[in-house]
Antibody, heavy 119, light 110 residues
Framework: QVQLVQSGAEVKKPGASVKVSCKAS????????ISWVRQAPGQGLEWMGW????????NYAQKLQGRVTMTTDTSTSTAYMELRSLRSDDTAVYYC????????????WGQGTLVTVSS | QSVLTQPPSVSAAPGQKVTISCSGS????????VSWYQQLPGTAPKLLIY???KRPSGIPDRFSGSKSGTSATLGITGLQTGDEADYYC???????????FGTGTKVTVL
């Protein structure tokens, strides 16, 4: 069965960076991409971007360009999302999701990782 | 602020039907497939509908999706208490070059 298991909760200070991992299992990792979606407390879903696990191509949300980097490690079937220069409004639950191509639908989701940015 | 507009909430009694609208434009819904996601309290979103009206394996046929022009609709029949959740539409926006989600709709079973 397809599973996406994310790393644990993080607490960071403003200006720091965070790197969240998403380990995939139950399917051929390189046949799909991974999207990252975040949800601030009590708010809706926000798409952050997508990475192809096949060739590493990325497509980032314009508002996060320059602060976010998505990578994959095909040897461990793991995707990573790094967000830099953290601000308080980056406090959110961050989800990874399997998505065949960017702009497509996300059919399996990780459990979410809470990132809290606070001084 | 999302480019896809949904009603904040809908409600109905058990066994009844609800519909949730998702209004967009030609740059998103009008020219791209729509998906719908269910988010139960405290859990990750779950895919309910993809490609406007297709259900993934395991999703009951009580859930249905449709699209007309620049709007999409999710229907839930035979409402159950377990359907209480937030529901989001989503699609690609060609102008923004970004995937966009709707504002979300909370379904309450009375």
């Amino acid at each position: 069965q397809v599973q996406l298991v994310q790393s644990g909760a993080e607490v960071k200070k403003p200006g720091a960076s965070v790197k969240v991992s998403c380990k995939a299992s139950g399917y051929t990792f390189t046949s799909y991409g991974i999207s990252w979606v975040r949800q601030a407390p009590g708010q809706g879903l926000e798409w952050m971007g997508w990475i192809s696990a096949y060739n590493g191509n990325t497509n980032y949300a314009q508002k996060l360009q320059g602060r976010v980097t998505m990578t994959t490690d095909t040897s461990t079937s793991t995707a990573y999302m790094e967000l830099r220069s953290l601000r308080s409004d980056d406090t959110a639950v961050y989800y990874c999701a399997r998505e065949e191509d960017y702009g497509d639908y996300a059919d399996y989701w990780g459990q979410g990782t809470l990132v809290t940015v606070s001084s | 602020q999302s480019v896809l507009t949904q009603p904040p909430s809908v409600s109905a009694a058990p066994g009844q039907k609800v519909t949730i609208s998702c209004s967009g434009s030609s740059s998103n819904i009008g020219n791209n497939y729509v998906s719908w996601y269910q988010q139960l309290p405290g859990t990750a979103p779950k895919l309910l509908i993809y490609d406007n009206n297709k259900r993934p394996s395991g999703i009951p046929d009580r859930f249905s999706g449709s699209k007309s022009g620049t709007s999409a609709t999710l229907g839930i029949t035979g409402l159950q208490t377990g359907d209480e959740a937030d529901y989001y539409c989503g699609t690609w926006d060609s102008s923004l070059s970004s995937y966009v989600f709707g504002t979300g709709t909370k379904v309450t079973v009375l």
